[in-house]
């Protein structure tokens, strides 16, 4: 079957670093994404990784590697606006988005 | 621009009632999707359409039907609403199809069936 494993939910102080992890396992593989998700509001873009390293993106990074099914996203100098639900989905070898139920992020001052 | 434009953005409808859902994109995307959001579950795909004409069923697409008749505008109906089918519901859409990057989102409908 096609799963996708993240923490339900993770605490950060504001100004550090978190690292959200997200283990899949699809038939097939044609890239992994990350997308944020504030309460009540749209899921927005963050990354796409469809090869195995570390791609930065401002204070955001996101880590693949495909031989051990597995992703993180990196969030640094933490701020009160990155509380949010981080959504992690794996794209299969049909082009379809298997998406896990998201880590939600609490940033404590 | 305004993006992607979901609505209704709140509903409630009673076991056995039909509605339907608009979503319109300005952005001229081929691709457009219906998901659902439960709590504890990802999204999951419900039906799509690569382009104006053409609809296909995703994961979850029983007790749902669609449309494309534009480019614009992708409408989700419910023939005869289940409590089962209270949940958020995100249009979606892309230029190229989910691997050509992101997918852009609308604000989300939130129906409760009574």
């Known amino acids: 079957g096609q799963n996708i494993d993240q923490p339900t939910e993770m605490t950060a102080t504001e100004g550090a670093i978190v690292q959200i992890n997200c283990t899949y396992q699809t038939s097939g593989f044609n890239g992994l994404f990350w997308y944020q998700q504030h309460a009540g509001e749209a899921p927005t873009f963050l990354s796409y990784n469809v090869l195995d390293g570390l791609e930065e993106k401002g204070r955001f990074s996101s880590f693949l590697s495909r031989s051990k099914g597995y992703s993180y996203l990196l969030l640094k100098e933490l701020q009160m606006k990155d509380s949010a639900s981080y959504l992690c989905?794996?794209?299969?070898?049909?082009?379809?988005?298997?998406w896990g139920a998201g880590t939600k992020l609490i940033i404590k001052p | 621009n305004a993006g992607v434009t979901q609505t209704p953005k709140f509903r409630v409808l009673k076991t056995g009632q039909s509605m339907t859902l608009l979503c319109a994109q300005d952005m001229n995307h081929e691709y457009m999707y219906w998901y659902r959001q439960d709590p504890g579950m990802g999204l999951r795909l419900i039906h799509y359409s690569v382009g104006e004409g053409t609809t296909a069923k995703g994961e979850v697409p029983d007790g749902y039907n669609v449309s494309r008749l534009k480019k614009q505008n992708f409408l989700l109906g419910l023939e005869s609403a289940a409590p089962s089918q209270t949940s958020v519901y995100f249009c979606a859409s892309s230029y190229g199809g989910t691997a050509s990057g992101e997918l852009f989102f609308g604000e989300g409908s939130r129906l409760t069936v009574l």
């Open positions: 989905a794996s794209m299969d070898s049909n082009y379809q988005l298997i």
